[in-house]
């Protein structure tokens, strides 16, 4: 059942992604994106979203997997398989869709992260990252409530900051982040009980 949820999540939030290829939708997820990316709000919030997204690189991710292995080497070659399968996902829709980065497609965009990322933007693989990370350990190591607490915190702060650095459309995240929760959640379903 777990994979039926996790699959369902995946392709719900990559095809309801997908909108933004119509007009109402791109105009739509344009105006969010310069709302949240105005000069004027969160100033204050900038430095630390630069500094917690490092949370949804592959450096992360590799070193959550590797803490995973040395803790249980079984569940953490499911974790690898599992961590591979959705990276290779999400790049494969990159190339697929090619959807261009808001500061490469509006003039009014504020591009606010170094370095600036060369790839296209649907879906932001970040967001892929944090949330695939948020399931898996959550869902599937079952932590106590606060570290649970802390990494969705983290998981919203990363996704919220693919957007205010200008380097990702809410659609862009939207998905992103439907993808990697819901391969996460599928890979709960291969645990031993």
């Known amino acids: 059942m777990t994979v039926f949820w996790g699959l369902g999540i995946a392709l719900l939030g990559v095809i309801s992604g997908?909108?933004?290829?119509?007009?109402?939708?791109?105009?739509?997820?344009?105006?969010?994106?310069?709302?949240?990316?105005?000069?004027?709000?969160w100033v204050g919030l900038d430095h630390w979203i630069r500094y917690f997204r490092w949370f949804g690189t592959n450096w992360a991710l590799v070193v959550y997997v590797a803490i995973i292995v040395l803790w249980q080497y079984?569940?953490?070659?499911?974790?690898?398989?599992?961590?591979?399968?959705?990276?290779?996902?999400?790049m494969?829709?990159?190339r697929m869709i090619k959807r261009p980065r808001p500061f490469s497609s509006l003039p009014t965009a504020i591009?606010?992260?170094n370095p600036v990322p060369l790839d296209t933007g649907f879906p932001s693989g970040d967001a892929t990252r944090i949330w695939f990370i948020f399931a898996t350990l959550t869902i599937g190591l079952s932590p106590p409530l606060g570290i649970i607490l802390?990494?969705?915190l983290?998981?919203?702060?990363?996704?919220?900051?693919?957007?205010?650095?200008?380097?990702?459309?809410?659609?862009?995240?939207?998905?992103?982040?439907?993808?990697?929760?819901?391969?996460?959640?599928?890979w709960t379903a291969f645990l031993p009980i």
């Open 111 to 113: 591009l606010r992260q």
């Open 92 to 94: 494969g829709i990159k």
């Open 18 to 41: 997908l909108s933004c290829r119509m007009d109402w939708a791109r105009k739509l997820d344009q105006t969010l994106f310069l709302k949240l990316n105005s000069p004027d709000l």
């Open 150 to 152: 802390g990494i969705g």
């Open 154 to 186: 983290c998981a919203l702060f990363v996704s919220f900051g693919r957007v205010r650095l200008g380097v990702h459309y809410p659609l862009d995240v939207w998905a992103g982040s439907s993808l990697g929760f819901g391969l996460g959640l599928m």
């Open 74 to 90: 079984r569940l953490g070659i499911t974790l690898i398989v599992a961590a591979l399968i959705t990276s290779a996902l999400e």
